[in-house]
C-alpha cells in the first residue's frame, strides 16, 4: 500500500469515531496476566507448538513464547492464545 494512501486512511480514521484499528486493520493484542492473550485482525497462524506461536498481521509478526501453549479458539477476526506466556515479540 502506498504511503499517501496509507496517510489517507489515518487521517480518515482519525475524524471519524471509528478506532484506528478498526479502519486500518491494524493488530488489536490484548494481555491477560501471563496466562492468556488476545490477538484481533490478524492474517493467518505461520507456526504453532506448544513452545511458539507465530501469527502473520498486516504489519509483520507476532512471535509468542512461553510453555504448554495452546490456542484455544480463532476465526476470521480473532485468536485467543493460552498457556504460560513468556515473551512477546513483534517482528516487522
Known sequence: MSID???SKRKAAKAS???E???LGMPNVEILGYSEMR?????????????LV???TKIGQIRITGKHL???SYTN??????G???NIEYQT
Open 70 to 72: 495452546q490456542v484455544d
Open 54 to 56: 507465530r501469527v502473520q
Open 21 to 23: 484499528d478498526v479502519v
Open 84 to 86: 504460560k506466556i513468556q
Open 39 to 51: 490477538i484481533e485482525n490478524y492474517r493467518g497462524l505461520i507456526e504453532y507448538t506448544d513452545q
Open 5 to 7: 494512501l496509507e496517510n
Open 77 to 82: 477476526d480473532d485468536m485467543k492464545i493460552t
Open 17 to 19: 469515531k471509528f478506532p
